[in-house]
């Protein structure tokens, strides 16, 4: 069973940073690419960053373009979401997607979710 | 950027119903379009990719069906457990977009 299961939210201030995890299991993580999309609160989704399945190709929104930083450790089967200089519109749930596969990105296998709030 | 409208933002109908939701493109993304469904505090759930393939373990009264600019996805029949808010997204390019949402809610 594909499983996805992030950590890493909480509360923090304007101008902080936080590291968010996802673990993954049930599949082999090696060979998908992995995305991040939020979803503020009371509002719709929205794709945040891309990471390929070698880490080769990177893709970020232009709204945390310089401010996010997606990586994996195939490894351990493991997604993080390195996010500095965090703004109170960057508070969502942010979940960890995986790529449909045959290089399409559509999400099928998607976590639960973490909440991050920004917020003095 | 793909532009995406989505329609209607609010849909009321009642169980037995046919519901159909629009999802409208900036220009044509051929089919590389898919259908979420989510529920209150849940993450969203693949429902139909390649605009009209359904996912595995997606019920029948599922369907999507367009090309291009234009896609609908169809509920034949409405169920209880439908009673949730459905995204379109394209990934016919980067960045990949969400439309913005349709509440099916209970009439």
């Known amino acids: 069973e594909v499983q996805l299961v992030e950590s890493g939210g909480g509360l923090v201030q304007p101008g902080g940073s936080l590291r968010l995890s996802c673990a993954a299991s049930g599949f082999t993580f090696s060979s998908y690419s992995m995305n991040w999309v939020r979803q503020a609160p009371g509002k719709g989704l929205e794709w945040v960053s891309y990471i390929s399945s070698s880490s080769s190709t990177i893709y970020y929104a232009d709204s945390v373009k310089g401010r996010f930083t997606i990586s994996r450790d195939n490894a351990k089967n493991s997604l993080y979401l390195q996010m500095n200089s965090l703004r109170d519109e960057d508070t969502a749930v942010y979940y960890c997607?995986?790529?449909?596969?045959?290089?399409?990105?559509?999400?099928?296998?998607w976590g639960q979710g973490t909440l991050v709030t920004v917020s003095s | 950027v793909i532009w995406m409208t989505q329609s209607p933002s609010l849909l009321s109908a009642s169980t037995g119903d046919r519901v159909t939701i629009s999802c409208r493109m900036s220009?044509?993304?051929?089919?590389?379009l898919a259908w979420y469904q989510q529920k209150p505090g849940k993450a969203p759930e693949l429902l139909i990719y390649?605009?009209?393939t359904l996912q595995s373990g997606v019920p029948s009264r599922f369907s999507g069906s367009g090309s291009g600019t234009d896609f609908t996805l169809t509920i034949s029949c409405l169920q209880s457990e439908d009673f949730a808010t459905y995204y379109c997204?394209?990934?016919?390019?980067?960045?990949?977009?969400f439309g913005q949402g349709t509440k099916v809610e209970i009439k």
């Open positions: 997607a995986r790529e449909g596969g045959g290089g399409y990105n559509y999400f099928d296998y």
């Open positions: 220009q044509g993304i051929s089919s590389y």
């Open positions: 997204q394209q990934y016919y390019s980067f960045p990949w977009t």
């Open positions: 390649a605009a009209s």
